[in-house]
DNA sequence: TTTTAACCGAGACGGTACGTCCCGTCTTGGC
DNA sequence: GCCAAGACGGGACGTACCGTCTCGGTTAAAA
């Protein structure tokens, strides 16, 4: 009978040729099993791994809990054990490596640490984590707790390093102390994030510059008033 | 041979009965088609009707080609032929509507009418057009044409209503012409969908009142001069 | 993170509760499914009787795997992981059954046994049998395989059956042995095969009579030199 | 928008643009516009030639009405008020080429008159013919007006020369008159369809020097007593 | 040390949707 | 009128994944 490899319960390993590298001689070089079989945090890390390979090959809207498991040499109870989604599989493969993390500047000035850092937040969202973003934010209608998570993340990616950016800043008397917790503070990365969206990547250095010097400048530097109109 | 008439009329109907809903009171009975086949427009129409009905229903992302043929009551190629993805046909259906259409409104002042816009804006997004939104821009990456398309979409649900605005406040006085086509003039909306898409609807009036007052306002009314910083 | 319990036993159900039908009387109300999900042997016999069940209902040629499944209440994807297409599906759920099989008569007679069995035969094709068998000969030219396996399936039908009634004769001193080998053998058969093929079912008995007594016998009870004509 | 063509109808003859060749100087050699448009006869003609092509390229089970009509140049519409099915059309292809037709050898002998014409229905059927004939074989069940064009069609190929054959060898005294009306005569025909049914082509010349030889022959030539058993 | 229970790898399972092809009918212009 | 073209409503195709479940194996901790 053609197609079929009928015998039961198509049992794949029929006792005597369970090991896919019986033969000894034969390299088990390119083989995970080195011996133990993997578990816990081993396993994991090796999950992680397949996520971002298959991530920076096919992107975050092709990537499938099939093909991971497959690259990752495990089974997909293995991934549904761990994460219970996809979305939260790779925003954990996100974060396990330094993808998201950004050094802030530090150039002794205001301005130039602005720019820099904005530039560097452009390099990453023109990476693969630009199509991730895009992904993780759409999905984050699902439930509160992921879209929480997500939040969290993104507002890793350039808040965080701008606010140790500001602290300097204020340090050396650039600004005061109270636009840290104002919501001037985060414009430049949120204008930054609704270009890249909105226009895709790469965002270019004028855009950049356009956006620290015409608008996030203005509003830390010399704030105007709080209140500029006073009624209707 | 069977079935052939040949060297007559190929009549395979006898002229009367030939039109299959030639009386429109004669029983449509073991026939759901009321009329005579849909084309065209009017085919057009109802399968873009059907969409949105899906779309209110279970959103952009559970939203499936196969069940707006099925509500549309025709074929799925009926609907390939005109999208080649659901992406587009969602957008032709917000388009059909005037679902991102805004009524620029005119209160007699900046503020009043930019506060105003503000919170249609946010109330447009709080409806399932909020998950659409999501989910355009998470598939902006697909292809260029298709990223203008939905920029283009996009960029009409707030900007071209605040521009009319901002016009009248020019014409009022209120601000300077140049800030029309400044980067700065779409700040606002530009902070509101960043607001939307990292947390969610519904936008509080309280957000919005801060980014009208603290930063839209005060960069558009009593513009600093445009380079902050004189240097690095 | 959510969904996950790390560091600890990944349990997702609390030990008790596990098995989603642990109790039988319990209600299975929202499942369809009685008991634990078939597989292997099990399911297997379910899309084979489901084809059955379609093979009678409409036919060979209107059967679809698409219904088959439908009716196994499993997926198409179970189907095609077994047979990799309707006719080897079809030919398998024909074997499986005794559909194809026949009981060869023992009269005591030659003529008589191999009357009953042509009889029987007929009888076999004027069943849903009949449809079968000429899609899969329709069919023959996709693959040789395929092809050897119809061949296998079809010669099952009568010439075994006929073998053993010669046999009989064979003992019984009516015909010569070396008939056995010949191509004689099965001229029977050959031509009920042909006359149903040609002009379908029912085969009179008339016909049978007249292929058994005007051609078969007297090919194998009295036969003539085996090369009639001595040149060209 | 992109992949839409939107314009109205999705009218392809925008009424300039109408004539594919619209270029008086390119060559309308290969086009069947050469002036008025076909009708009738001619426009018959052009599709039997359609089918029989694509029949020669991809064979009875996989050719389709629609393929057809377009090689043809022309609609669906103008096939199915021919033809009511794809083996109505194919079969009326069949016998508008002599592609059925046999020429009946006339050698001078009755054995190398029949060897030669089953070589030449042997050829035949291992022409695309074959998978054609295979193809109606298995639609005959259909309906009783088609089996009866079908069993003509085929009983054309063999038979009608093979009587042809007979009756010569009648009038040279080789065979009794009675012969031509009986089931022997057709044997050789019935045993040849059988085996390229169940085998397949090429049809070796063994096998018909077998049947030729060993069956044939010996029931014709020397016909043993039409009763060989006298009851059971 | 021996059990024992969780975990691993693999992949079958029931199901949904995909995008394509073709069916046979129907409509629209143009000739 | 028929012809060419192709849209229409519908059904099936074979594939890809989904998330769950089952099946032998390890393998590490409990006894």
Tied chains: 1, 2, 3, 4.
């Excluded at 090991?19 to 816990?40: F, L, Q, V, Y």
């Excluded at 500001?166 to 917790?181: H, K, M, S, T, Y």
């Amino acid at each position: 009978m053609p197609h079929r490899e009928r015998n039961g319960l198509y049992k794949t390993s029929s006792g005597v040729t369970l090991s896919p590298n019986a033969d000894p001689t034969a390299a088990p070089a390119a083989d995970h099993r080195k011996g133990p079989r993997r578990r816990g945090a081993e396993l994991e890390k090796a999950i992680l791994m397949a996520t971002l390979e298959e991530l920076s090959e096919t992107g975050y809207a092709e990537l499938t809990m099939e093909r991971v498991a497959s690259r990752a040499r495990t089974g997909k109870a293995a991934l549904y054990r761990r994460w219970s989604s996809r979305a939260e599989l790779v925003m954990d493969a996100c974060r396990s490596t330094g993808l998201t993390a950004v050094e802030p500047p530090d150039t002794g000035a205001l301005r130039s640490d602005v720019t820099e850092l904005m530039r560097q937040l452009a390099a990453k969202v023109a990476s693969p984590l630009g199509g991730i973003l895009r992904g993780l934010l759409a999905e984050m209608t699902r439930d509160s707790d992921f879209a929480k998570l997500v939040r969290e993340s993104v507002h890793t990616v350039g808040p965080v390093a701008l606010r140790t950016v500001l602290e300097r800043a204020v340090e050396r008397g650039e600004i005061q102390p109270w636009v840290l917790d104002s919501r001037r503070a985060t414009v430049a990365t949120d204008l930054l994030r609704n270009q890249f969206l909105l226009f895709g990547t790469p965002v270019s250095d004028d855009v950049i510059t356009d956006i620290v010097d015409d608008i996030y400048l203005p509003l830390i530097l010399h704030p105007a008033p709080k209140r500029a109109g006073d009624g209707t």
